[in-house]
């Protein structure tokens, strides 16, 4: 803005001046010839404006030799007044070698003169004022900067307002932040419900992707904080659990103990009778905690990717031998078995794969009710073999479907042996499933329970050429 103002301001100078020099050429020529008369007369520029008068701002020179030169003007009154001879001395000394002939005179202003020779001895300077041109460039310049600094103020309001409204998600932004950084993440049961405002988060601008970037990252923290809390809670349970299972045990492990000795040290007849009993007692509490023990080691092995020991297996004799198996402890259950004529082999660990089938079926004969009819199915999809097992049982309760494959998650919230378990079977078989790079997955509803097993076939033999 500035720049146009300058530069129309010099154009504007540079038309105004063409114009006076045009008018001052046409004033020469018409005062010339029409103060011939008068100059050939001996009258001075005083005189000859008095009885011809000029326009005001008019300026007039006239010099005769020998004699020296008079001058006057007409002001804006249209009066003639006489230059003093140190103005007219002023004004010959003012004249510029070149250029466009411009003289100032102190009190009277500034002129642009050109002369004309009138007869053989006498010269006529006119002179136009310049105080119309250089008021109109002063009125130009002063309404170019009023309207270049209003400018600038309205174009500064109108930029501060965009920047501040362009700006604003990232206000949103930092003052969630703010309020998230105040809250006690660290412990608890926490959650945050602070977001981005919608309207702060619009994706298809740059900064509002900023917003939505910061939502989507607060909603993965909160889902991992209630995962974590979940966590911390089935971990809880845990340990009330494993301190159950292995309180008892360890509750007749001293007990028997302290029953062996008694009798020992009192020397009873029956202290060998009782002794073994206890021992045998004691065993089987033993045995019982390494149970539990060797389950928690296995998921930790597991999670590091070791315990597997590949070989060739055949699912569809693992299906029966594990039906065969489960069989004589569930005489109340229905066992159905539905595998075809061709063995369905995979690489994998056969130990641990019979530990994932006796699980589902220990599972299925624990949380199902007597008479309830249990089918294991072997079957090939493709370059997958699948391993099923069904039930008509009641189901699975809804509100544990998605994490019954989660670590010290119970179908049966009890602590009773028979039915609540510790939580650990099914991850354990989602454990060696995912370990042999399958899948493990549950569909349930009333009458209708199936675990499937996706496990990859063992490659086809490659074609002799």
């Given at each position: 803005?500035?720049?146009?103002?300058?530069?129309?301001?010099?154009?504007?100078g540079t038309v105004l001046e063409d114009g006076l020099a045009r008018d001052l050429k046409s004033q020469v020529a018409r005062t010339a010839n029409g103060v011939h008369?008068?100059?050939?007369?001996?009258?001075?520029?005083?005189?000859?404006?008095?009885?011809?008068?000029?326009?005001?701002?008019?300026?007039?020179?006239?010099?005769?030799?020998?004699?020296?030169?008079?001058?006057?003007?007409?002001?804006?009154?249209?009066?003639?007044?006489?230059?003093?001879?140190?103005?007219?001395?002023?004004?010959?000394?003012?004249?510029?070698?070149?250029?466009?002939?411009?003289?100032?005179?102190?009190?009277?202003?500034?002129?642009?003169?050109?002369?004309?020779?009138?007869?053989?001895?006498?010269?006529?300077?006119?002179?136009?004022?310049?105080?119309?041109?250089?008021?109109?460039?002063?009125?130009?310049?002063?309404?170019?900067?009023?309207?270049?600094?209003?400018?600038?103020?309205?174009?500064?309001?109108?930029?501060?307002?965009?920047?501040?409204?362009?700006?604003?998600?990232?206000?949103?932004?930092?003052?969630?932040?703010?309020?998230?950084?105040?809250?006690?993440?660290?412990?608890?049961?926490?959650?945050?419900?602070?977001?981005?405002?919608?309207?702060?988060?619009?994706?298809?601008?740059?900064?509002?992707?900023?917003?939505?970037?910061?939502?989507?990252?607060?909603?993965?923290?909160?889902?991992?904080?209630?995962?974590?809390?979940?966590?911390?809670?089935?971990?809880?349970?845990?340990?009330?659990?494993?301190?159950?299972?292995?309180?008892?045990?360890?509750?007749?492990?001293?007990?028997?103990?302290?029953?062996?000795?008694?009798?020992?040290?009192?020397?009873?007849?029956?202290?060998?009778?009782?002794?073994?009993?206890?021992?045998?007692?004691?065993?089987?509490?033993?045995?019982?905690?390494?149970?539990?023990?060797?389950?928690?080691?296995?998921?930790?092995?597991?999670?590091?990717?070791?315990?597997?020991?590949?070989?060739?297996?055949?699912?569809?004799?693992?299906?029966?031998?594990?039906?065969?198996?489960?069989?004589?402890?569930?005489?109340?259950?229905?066992?159905?078995?539905?595998?075809?004529?061709?063995?369905?082999?995979?690489?994998?660990?056969?130990?641990r794969l019979h530990q994932v089938a006796a699980n589902l079926l220990a599972n299925a004969r624990t949380h199902t009710p007597a008479g309830t009819t249990v089918t294991?199915?072997?079957?090939?999809?493709?370059?997958d073999a699948i391993l099923r097992v069904h039930d008509d049982g009641p189901g699975i309760d809804p509100s544990i479907t998605d994490e019954l494959f989660e670590r010290?998650?119970?179908?049966?919230?009890?602590?009773?042996?028979?039915?609540?378990?510790?939580?650990?079977?099914?991850?354990?078989?989602?454990?060696?499933?995912?370990?042999?790079?399958?899948?493990?997955?549950?569909?349930?509803?009333?009458?209708?329970?199936?675990?499937?097993?996706?496990?990859?076939?063992?490659?086809?033999?490659?074609?002799?050429?």
């Amino acid at each position: 803005m500035v720049l146009v103002g300058v530069a129309t301001s010099a154009i504007l100078g540079t038309v105004l001046e063409d114009g006076l020099a045009r008018d001052l050429k046409s004033q020469v020529a018409r005062t010339a010839n029409g103060v011939h008369g008068y100059v050939m007369a001996g009258m001075t520029a005083e005189e000859i404006l008095t009885e011809q008068p000029l326009p005001p701002g008019t300026l007039l020179v006239v010099e005769t030799s020998p004699e020296p030169p008079s001058a006057a003007y007409i002001d804006d009154d249209s009066s003639v007044v006489a230059l003093t001879d140190a103005q007219i001395e002023q004004l010959i000394e003012s004249i510029p070698q070149e250029g466009p002939l411009v003289v100032t005179v102190d009190g009277v202003g500034t002129f642009r003169v050109e002369g004309e020779r009138v007869g053989p001895s006498s010269i006529v300077v006119v002179g136009l004022s310049r105080d119309d041109v250089a008021s109109t460039i002063g009125r130009m310049l002063t309404t170019i900067g009023l309207l270049t600094a209003g400018g600038l103020i309205l174009l500064a309001v109108a930029t501060a307002w965009t920047i501040r409204r362009g700006l604003a998600p990232l206000r949103a932004v930092a003052d969630t932040a703010a309020r998230v950084s105040t809250q006690q993440l660290d412990q608890g049961e926490v959650s945050i419900a602070e977001r981005v405002p919608v309207r702060q988060a619009d994706p298809r601008t740059e900064v509002g992707r900023v917003g939505a970037a910061l939502n989507t990252l607060l909603d993965h923290v909160d889902e991992s904080l209630t995962a974590r809390q979940r966590n911390e809670e089935r971990m809880r349970s845990f340990v009330a659990d494993a301190s159950h299972e292995l309180r008892t045990p360890l509750a007749s492990i001293r007990g028997y103990s302290e029953l062996s000795l008694t009798a020992l040290s009192r020397g009873q007849g029956t202290a060998l009778e009782t002794t073994e009993a206890s021992l045998e007692r004691i065993q089987a509490q033993s045995l019982r905690m390494t149970s539990l023990v060797e389950d928690l080691l296995l998921l930790a092995r597991l999670d590091e990717g070791q315990e597997l020991v590949y070989g060739t297996v055949d699912l569809t004799r693992l299906a029966i031998d594990e039906v065969g198996d489960v069989t004589p402890t569930g005489p109340d259950h229905e066992w159905v078995l539905d595998v075809g004529d061709e063995p369905v082999l995979i690489a994998g660990d056969t130990g641990r794969l019979h530990q994932v089938a006796a699980n589902l079926l220990a599972n299925a004969r624990t949380h199902t009710p007597a008479g309830t009819t249990v089918t294991v199915g072997v079957s090939r999809n493709g370059r997958d073999a699948i391993l099923r097992v069904h039930d008509d049982g009641p189901g699975i309760d809804p509100s544990i479907t998605d994490e019954l494959f989660e670590r010290f998650s119970r179908a049966d919230r009890s602590r009773a042996r028979q039915t609540g378990g510790t939580g650990l079977g099914l991850s354990i078989a989602k454990a060696i499933v995912d370990a042999h790079g399958g899948s493990i997955r549950v569909t349930s509803e009333p009458g209708d329970t199936t675990f499937e097993v996706r496990l990859p076939a063992r490659p086809a033999d490659p074609v002799a050429p």
